[in-house]
Nanobody
Framework: VQLQASGGGLVQAGGSLKLSCAAS????????MAWFRQAPGKEREFVAG????????YYADSVKDRFTISRDYAKKLVYLQMNSLKPEDTAVYYC????????????????????WGQGTQVTVSS
């Protein structure tokens, strides 16, 4: 599967952005999908994930109640709606996909994902 992330940009604190991740490949439905982010000088960190079936979603504590992950199976898209953005949300955001089943803990671990998009920059000004 190939992933293409888009939708990043510059926004003021308190604003919103919606990231999209377009996936190619006919087995998209069976992949765990997630968003990670990496700020300069920091490690890549989990933001949100969504399971293959059932729509179960998971969030980092830092974004819970502000961000929403969703997926459109027909369009092979995964979205990350980001509201109430803060300067500390500034980072490059990456979408990731993994065909294996991952536990609730494992899906938060970037090293376990085999497929990555190219990243999209999100900058939140104060």
């Amino acid at each position: 599967v190939q992933l293409q992330a888009s939708g990043g940009g510059l926004v003021q604190a308190g604003g919103s952005l919606k990231l999209s991740c377009a996936a190619s490949g006919h087995t998209f439905d069976y992949y765990v999908m997630a968003w990670f982010r990496q700020a300069p000088g920091k490690e890549r960190e989990f933001v949100a994930g969504i399971r293959r079936t059932g729509g179960y979603t998971y969030y980092a504590d830092s974004v819970k109640d502000r961000f929403t992950i969703s997926r459109d199976y027909a369009k092979k898209l995964v979205y990350l709606q980001m509201n109430s953005l803060k300067p500390e949300d500034t980072a490059v955001y990456y979408c990731a996909a993994e065909p294996r089943g991952l536990s609730t803990y494992q899906l938060r671990t970037p090293q376990l994902y085999n497929y990555w998009g190219q990243g999209t920059q999100v900058t939140v000004s104060s």
